[in-house]
């Protein structure tokens, strides 16, 4: 007992900022609680999730932040964060940095000002546009016609920096005498990474993939700005879903629900990555 | 390890710390004295910007002057309009967060009235002289449901017809264009169309992403010309369906969209268009017609970003007719702020005395042109200094007199989004006039809980 008391603030912390406002979520998510226009709340049991369920909306949401997460962060971040961290092993120091430094501000760049960023690559009169006029290419509205595609790439675009930096960690601790010996046996590039280098670094590929998917399911500045959902639902991932549900038509009790099934959907993917990083190599 | 005893009685230390900062803050009301009046407000994000800053300063010294012995102390919060809502909503649950007087929008004033927030103020009003000087419509903005007034409103907004002289002119347009009905302003963007060609004949803002200007500058500027309460009855306390002068205004918002009269629908779904609308087509003559609200030249005054003082030449204004040019033969749509007085106030009294200071006539009339608000008082609104103090004010002051505030009760929201949705899917054609508004029917009924009513 006596043992545990030097750790009890720090539970107590936890349990107070942390348990505490996620047992209230999980309470109100119950609850048909408005922000306001209503003069007491009741509990209602399921049916939020029910209505969730029924709701075509939220399905559409679940549908596209599934997309916008296998997109941007398993194919996206993940893979050009790896071939960036592969090719800058080979790189000079002068383009090593270089592109490190390009890479992590995008990253560092707050949300909302990469949000704007990139507004204005992809908007009518934009960058994008401007370079594929230059070149005789059709251009066109491509966060009108293809939003999904275009918050997607936005968030490729800011998070990749991330995996780079893992991914580069992990190719520093590959001794240099198994690729060496690799090549004296004569494996080309793709078998050595095939057959080496990814069993190697399998511990961090499965570590970056959850922080990666984590972060991506709750990406919100950035589409907000850029399509704010739109056009009609066609970006609207749960997060936004969310946000529209709670603040915009003050149903607080439907939008944490949502805001719970968000949760679960995160903890899902996190079973799959554990089960990954689990496995002997 | 001697780390360890010293992290117990530094984190116990900040845990305590914590916790008695949560703990004042949620008691920092100190609400027991009845000598202080507590003043909630909305602060610009923009630290320039320091309007509304200055004038309650200069109104608490008027009233600490006033009143010997009793103090005003101001709680600004400072935050974008919906996350003000959120925190003013919260600080109104509870006894100990609740100030005395609280700036409020007539957008969700109903809303929180609903909640059981706000105290009536009907008492109050009866005793006072200057109530009269309000004008009618202004008067029902703060009042609910019950019949009972809950705030007072500190000036408004109306909407109208922005459209480019330069324009017109080369469309061989009269420069006094003042439409008698909704064709007159379709013909006229058809002659621009015909006329002038690259430039965008008529912007009326639709969808989703231009979120409640769609539905106030645009839908509810349509539909309110179609005949009475095109969207709740207020004797039935029901919502409309079903209505004609409903299909009537999507019909409008198809036939600019598809005729190609309006922006290009990709703009006009852009999140960003109304920005772009202020600071780049207006002022650079590429719109000829803009139903859009009175607060325009805000974004066009010295310092403000997008300066062009020259607007008042380029520009010319006129109403939004009725659909068939039926009495009164224009339309407006008004929003604005009231103060409003928690139910959960401790000095409600004194809180009411307040606003009497704020509005005498001296002060209104200096807070209506700080902000470049629209007056809602009759002696204000009368005065040659108000009349001449922006280019504009009058023509829009004028309108207050045929305006309407929205039926802003607490299902409000879901029925705007609704409406957004309807619009949308005109806007780009996916769907048919008579879906939409089938579409938008089934969306409020579910919305309301089925206090619809069929017309």
Request: charged share 20%.
């Amino acid at each position: 007992m006596l043992r545990a008391l030097p750790v009890s603030p720090a539970v107590i912390l936890l349990a107070l900022f942390l348990a505490g406002p996620i047992g209230y979520c999980a309470y109100i998510a119950f609850t048909d609680l408005q922000l306001t226009g209503q003069a007491e709340s009741s509990f209602v049991g399921l049916d939020n999730f029910r209505e969730a369920f029924g709701d075509e909306r939220f399905l559409n949401a679940v549908w596209l932040t599934l997309v916008f997460t296998f997109l941007s962060s398993i194919v996206g971040q993940n893979t050009l964060g790896l071939a960036l961290a592969t090719l800058m092993q080979r790189a000079s120091k002068p383009v090593r940095t270089l592109t490190g430094a390009i890479v992590v501000t995008a990253w560092v760049l707050p949300e909302v000002v990469a949000g704007f960023l990139l507004y204005a690559f992809f908007r009518r009169e934009g960058t994008l546009n401007a370079v594929l006029d230059f070149l005789h290419l059709p251009s066109q509205n491509w966060l009108f016609t293809l939003p999904i595609l275009a918050v997607s790439f936005a968030n490729v675009w800011r998070g990749t920096a991330f995996s780079m930096l893992v991914y580069s960690a992990a190719l520093n601790e590959i001794p240099k005498e198994i690729t060496e010996a690799a090549e004296v046996d004569g494996a080309g590039g793709w078998r050595r990474m095939w057959h080496i280098t990814l069993p190697m670094i399998r511990r961090s590929i499965g570590t970056n993939l959850m922080l990666n998917t984590l972060q991506t399911l709750s990406v919100f500045g950035l589409i907000w700005v850029m399509t704010r959902g739109g056009p009609g639902n066609d970006s609207q991932t749960l997060p936004l879903f969310m946000y529209e549900q709670a603040f915009q038509k003050s149903m607080i009790g439907y939008g944490t629900a949502v805001a719970l099934l968000l949760l679960l959907v995160g903890s899902l993917f996190s079973v799959v990555y554990m089960r990954l990083l689990r496995t002997e190599v | 390890m001697p780390v360890r005893p010293t992290t117990t009685p530094l984190l116990l230390a900040a845990s305590t710390l914590l916790a008695a900062g949560t703990l004042t803050a949620c008691g920092g009301g100190s609400g027991d004295d009845p000598d202080t009046v507590k003043i909630s407000f909305k602060q610009s994000t923009d630290n320039q910007i320091r309007v509304m800053d200055t004038y309650l300063e200069d109104i608490k010294k008027q009233f600490e002057k006033e009143n010997p012995g009793k103090k005003v102390k101001l709680v600004p919060i400072k935050a974008p309009d919906s996350e003000y809502y959120t925190k003013l909503q919260q600080m109104l649950r509870s006894p100990k967060t609740a100030p005395d007087l609280v700036y409020e929008d007539t957008f969700l004033i109903n809303s929180d009235i609903t909640s059981g927030y706000l105290k009536p103020l009907d008492t109050y009003l009866a005793k006072w002289k200057d109530w009269d000087q309000f004008i009618g419509t202004a008067k029902t903005a703060a009042k609910a449901a019950d019949g009972k007034t809950y705030g007072v409103p500190d000036g408004t907004d109306t909407r109208g017809l922005w459209f480019s002289k330069g324009i017109f002119k080369k469309a061989g347009l009269p420069a006094d264009w003042q439409p008698k009905t909704w064709d007159d302003v379709l013909a006229a963007a058809r002659t621009v169309k015909k006329k002038v060609p690259g430039v965008t004949p008529l912007n009326v803002y639709t969808g989703k992403p231009a979120g409640e200007a769609a539905t106030m500058q645009g839908f509810q500027m349509l539909a309110y010309g179609t005949g009475k309460d095109p969207l709740y009855d207020p004797a039935a306390k029901k919502w409309v369906t079903g209505s004609k002068g409903f299909k009537d205004s999507l019909k409008f918002v198809e036939t600019v969209y598809d005729e190609k009269l309006g922006p290009d629908v990709s703009d006009a779904l852009d999140p960003n268009f109304a920005t772009r609308v202020r600071g780049e087509l207006l002022p650079e003559d590429k719109l000829a017609i803009n139903l859009d609200g009175s607060w325009l030249p805000q974004d066009w005054g010295k310092g403000a970003g997008h300066e062009w003082p020259e607007w008042s030449k380029k520009l010319g204004l006129a109403a939004m007719p009725t659909q068939n040019g039926q009495a009164p033969g224009k339309v407006s749509m008004s929003g604005g702020w009231t103060w409003a007085i928690p139910a959960k106030a401790d000095n409600p009294d004194l809180a009411f005395k307040f606003i009497e200071t704020m509005q005498t006539k001296a002060n209104a009339k200096k807070w209506y042109i700080a902000n470049s608000g629209i007056a809602v008082r009759k002696d204000v609104a009368a005065d040659p200094t108000y009349v001449k103090a922006q280019p504009g004010i009058k023509f829009f002051t004028d309108l207050v007199a045929s305006t309407y505030y929205r039926p802003a009760y607490p299902e409000y929201p879901k029925v705007s989004t609704a409406i957004q949705e309807a619009m949308e899917s005109v806007t780009t054609g996916d769907s048919s006039v008579e879906d939409a508004a089938s579409g938008y029917d089934e969306e409020v009924d579910s919305a309301t809980d089925g206090q619809v009513i069929e017309k």
